[in-house]
Nanobody, 128 residues
């Protein structure tokens, strides 16, 4: 059974850090692109970061470049999103999602409709 479980969200002050985790089951990370998306109230879901299972290539949205780092631990089948220098604008529900690479040749790492499996989301709130 395919499952993605996020954890690590919470309430932090501006400038602080959080690390989100996404643990996968039912598949291994080398078979998917694993993306992080977020959705704030009243806004569309947007891509934040992605890591390719093929070669570890990473992608970042301009709004988080230099502040967020995506990484993976294949032994734990877990992907992390290290978020530094958090801003109130980062407040959202964060989702991880998996795109099965065998199904696509090229893909847009920030296009949510391409992703096959989704976690339930974890809330991140940045507020003083």
């Amino acid at each position: 059974q395919v499952q993605l479980v996020e954890s690590g969200g919470g309430l932090v002050q501006p400038g602080e850090s959080l690390t989100l985790s996404c643990t996968a089951s039912g598949f291994t990370l080398d078979t998917v692109a694993l993306g992080w998306f977020r959705q704030a109230p009243g806004k569309e879901r947007e891509g934040v970061s992605c890591i390719s299972g093929r070669d570890g290539t990473t992608f970042y949205a301009d709004s988080v470049k230099g502040r967020f780092t995506i990484s993976r631990d294949n032994a734990k089948n877990t992907v992390y999103l290290q978020m530094n220098s958090l801003e109130p604008e980062d407040t959202a529900v964060y989702f991880c999602a998996a795109l099965v690479l065998a199904r696509v040749g090229v893909y847009d790492p920030f296009y949510p409709n391409q992703f096959d499996y989704w976690g339930q989301g974890t809330q991140v709130t940045v507020s003083s």
